[in-house]
């Protein structure tokens, strides 16, 4: 059996709108003489690069990758409107591209009329879309604003009925770009819905889509591109589960690469300029000005900065932070239930007598999820006097995902601040479950009685 | 030939096409009080300030022989409106339906033949204000020479459509070419005997007129619908019809070779 979609070896060059020819105007065309001048390789992006792959008949398939990594181009060049570079791309049967809904849409004429214009443009016959007529109004919930132009209509409303007339074009090949977010809960179901009807006449499905569950739960073969090139196909959750691995290593680099410049930026800030605004201890100090994650101060109360920084006399310094996994090692992205470690480096050029280590926990709304210093634990300093290591350990880090900030300090029982560390070491939590709010308290469900559930 | 395999599927694009088409004039007559009436309101404009001119400021500018002045303006001015609208809106058309070409597996030639043909349909809905004034002058058309009436319209729209395949596949690339072209339009408008009859136009200015295919349309019109006598310039009009299948065909392949980048461009 032929396949519904074969894309051999596809590679699709862009000319990038680079200087000049951004504002191509005929006379500078001539004056250049580059009116039909090759292209040089500095001004050109490629944005599939070889890509392969074949859809058989009655299957859906699932195009998952990054911003940018080419998923849209491949949808296009599958559905015809661009031609790729090189390669080869066959269809077998109808096609209808869901890529923007609606594109065809006169605003002046009324929705009625649309409908049979879109529907002629997606090769339907006038008869055919008689007969579906009632059907599509139905489908997109538009039965009392048919006749009204189309320019009167939400663009909720917009988009269902661009929804509703190309699928029911009754396509062979049905090609999908991110578009079920059109309309309430109610409406996706019916989308989805919609699309296992397809599924169960034999139809076939491309589906471009950042939503990973969809990919897991709906398609039978998942394909990630990267930058272009092909990084994985095949069973979606294995595919899947290699995606979001490569995405928790690029946040891992970036968040790395964003705190080393934050630190050293900060070690460069003269300590002593910031020694009159340090009124108070640190952690109980720190309760949640709301300032803003970048760097424009936001006028604190009482001369206290909120901001990023570092700060303090260096009596005692904190000469490294690392922040590590159940595995020990360093890292900036963990799951949720980990357990996690922030070892301090300190080390004091003489025998210091009054300090304490303290910690505060902030969440990306700069709420304080959690602070406490060694003060606060009733540990009673004693001395120290060179290097030392200080470890604060979680063993199991109950937060919902998100991304947390973590202020670290040295300071006087009295809030004289030796080093003072402000937000300057970010770390990301990672959950499959969806929940909200700031701590997740250890918990189990249990049910009685004649209620039943399936675990997923 | 993929250019001429193309060509074909035209043909079945007619559904589309004559949707297209009324769609167009739907959509716009319908946010407009004064409706159908618009098909006509620009010739007349014109036709009314060509008038003033010629018989209240410039009185004696044209023989005596070519009254009523203004019948004969309005058998030139009233394709002429097709013409240059054509041209002028087809320039922006691949632009203004950039949605359909970039969204939609859309075969984009249809946008600028639906320019020119809804164009085509106001002119029709001008040609009874046309009879009128036949009607009101009382001038005899003979029915016989009224058979070439429809050869011209049809010369005249295998040429509009051939430019205006060629200038909005240009457009696309070069923005620059809709302004040019509104100037290059109103110089062409009087290179052509519209206002003026072609008998009246200086001797050695006649050769390059006759390079104008445009000339040779409105001659045409004007024989037919305002002069006497029989329609003595069927040669030229038969040259120009063939003239037009090749404008056309160039105007095609140039679009069909521009297609792909549409796309990208728009």
Known sequence: MTPAIDVINVSK??????????????????????????????????????????????????????????????????????????????????????????????PEISGREN?????????????????????????????????????????????RLGFAVAVHVDPEVLLVDEVLAVGDQGFT????????????????????????????????????????VTK????????????????????????????????????????????????????SSVSGEAASVSSEPSGPKDGFKSDEGRWGTREIEITNVTISGPDREAGHVFQSGDSIQVRMDVSSKEKITDFVFGLGLFNADNVCVYGTNTNLEEFQPTEIDGNGVVTFTVD??????????????????????????????????????????IYRPDHRWSFDGSIKFERS | MATFRNLTALFRYRGLIQTLVVRDLKARYRGSVLGFFWSFFNPLLLLLIYSFVFTQVLVGAHDPNMEPYALFMFCG??????????????????????????????????????????????????????????????RPVDP??????????????????????????????????????????????FATPIIYPMLQAPANMRRW???NPMTHIMISYQEVLFFPGPHGHWKWLAALGAFSVVVFLAGYFVFDRLRDSFAEEV
Not at chain 2, 78 to 97: C, D, K, M, R, Y
Request: with cysteine; charged share 25%; glycine share 8%.
């Open chain 2, 209 to 211: 007129l006759n390079l």
């Open chain 1, 189 to 228: 179901h019916k989308c989805l819905d919609k699309f296992a009807e397809f599924r169960r006449r034999n139809k076939s499905i491309l589906l471009v889509t950042h939503s990973l569950d969809l990919v897991e739960k709906f398609c039978d073969i998942a394909h990630w591109l990267d930058h272009g």
């Open chain 1, 232 to 283: 994985g196909e095949g069973d979606p959750k294995r595919v899947v589960a290699a995606y979001v691995i490569d995405v928790e290593d690029t946040e891992e680099n970036e968040l790395a690469k964003a705190e080393a410049t934050r630190v050293a930026a900060a070690a460069k800030e003269v300590s002593e300029a910031r020694e009159t605004e340090i009124t108070e201890p640190s952690v």
């Open chain 2, 144 to 189: 016989l020479e009224l058979l070439w009436f429809p050869v011209i319209v049809l010369v005249q729209l295998i040429f509009t459509i051939g430019l205006a395949l060629f200038l909005s596949a240009l457009t696309v690339h070069f923005r620059d070419l809709k302004d040019l072209l509104g100037n290059v339009v109103q110089l062409w408008f």
């Open chain 1, 115 to 159: 409908i049979f214009i879109n529907g002629i443009m997606l090769g339907l016959t006038k008869k055919d879309i008689q007969r579906r007529f009632d059907e599509i109004v139905e489908f997109a919930e538009m039965q009392d604003f048919i006749d009204a132009p189309v320019k009167t209509y939400s663009s909720g409303m917009y988009m």
């Open chain 1, 13 to 106: 060059v862009y000319r990038k709108y680079a200087r000049k020819r951004q504002f191509a105007t005929l006379k500078s065309a001539i004056l250049d003489g580059s009116l039909l001048g090759d292209l040089n390789p500095d001004e050109t992006f490629q944005a599939l690069k070889g890509v392969s792959f074949s859809v058989p008949k009655g299957c859906t398939y699932g195009v998952i990758g990054r911003n940018g990594s080419g998923k849209s181009t491949l949808l296009k060049c599958v559905a015809g409107i661009t031609r790729p570079t090189q390669g080869e791309v066959r269809v077998d049967g109808r096609i209808s591209a869901l890529i923007e809904l609606g594109a065809g849409f006169h």
């Open chain 2, 77 to 138: 001015i009233l394709p002429w409106t097709w013409f240059s609208s054509s041209v002028l809106e087809s320039s922006n058309t691949l632009i203004a339906g950039g949605n359909l070409i970039k969204k939609v597996l859309f075969p984009a030639e249809v946008l600028p033949i639906v320019t020119v043909l809804a164009n085509m349909v106001h002119f029709f809905l001008g040609l009874p204000v046309l009879i009128g004034f036949l009607i009101y002058y009382q």
């Open chain 1, 396 to 437: 199991k880090l109950d937060l919902v995902e998100g991304t947390y900030r973590l202020d670290l300090a040295a300071h006087k029982a009295d809030g004289y601040p030796y080093d003072y560390h402000r937000l300057l070491y970010t770390f990301r939590v990672k959950s499959r479950i969806r929940d909200v709010g």
